[in-house]
């Protein structure tokens, strides 16, 4: 009978664990949670091309397909906010906002043909795309800020 019960402490634990972390991992980079020190970053992802008191730069991690130039930055030691840049197409580009306003319907764009930006606030971090149009080659930015 008491086994019993430390399995299903054990197990009811390692749920709860299991969906805070869902919760807090980086989008994107899954192997990350929000409030990571740089160190355990470094330890997750290897090491940078620049390494700043409060920033790690990497060249070509890959995010949705891309090869992403991305930014980690921290706040009092804790990771807070991650920010890319890729280069694209424009055809490329039109299709990762119509991916986006599928999945996030209540996320807010505007743009004028040379440039658009997609915005989300309505989940568990804010997320911000600016989709560039009208340079060659196209870029596309992203910008995801923990809870």
């Known amino acids: 009978m008491v086994l019993c019960l430390g399995v299903l402490g054990f197990s009811a634990s390692k749920t709860s664990r299991?969906?805070?972390k869902k919760v807090d991992t980086v989008p994107g980079f899954?192997?990350?949670i929000w409030q990571m020190s740089k160190e355990e970053v470094l330890d997750k992802i290897g090491e940078p091309k620049f390494?700043?008191?409060n920033m790690l730069i990497y060249e070509?991690?890959?995010?949705?397909?891309?090869?992403a130039k991305v930014y980690f930055d921290f706040i009092d030691g804790e990771l807070?906010?991650?920010r890319g840049e890729a280069e694209t197409t424009s055809?490329?580009?039109f299709d990762l906002l119509r991916m986006y306003k599928k999945k996030y319907p209540k996320g807010?764009?505007?743009g004028n043909g040379e440039m658009y930006h997609f915005m989300n606030?309505?989940?568990e971090n804010d997320m911000s795309i600016y989709f560039y149009m009208d340079t060659k080659p196209a870029k596309v930015k992203f910008r995801y800020t923990s809870p």
Not at 60 to 67: A, P, T, V
């Open 60 to 67: 070509n991690l890959e995010f949705i397909g891309l090869s």
């Open 80 to 82: 807070y906010q991650w």
């Open 121 to 123: 606030s309505q989940r």
């Open 91 to 93: 055809s490329d580009n």
């Open 108 to 110: 807010t764009t505007w």
């Open 30 to 32: 899954e192997k990350l």
């Open 51 to 53: 390494d700043f008191d």
């Open 18 to 20: 299991e969906v805070v």
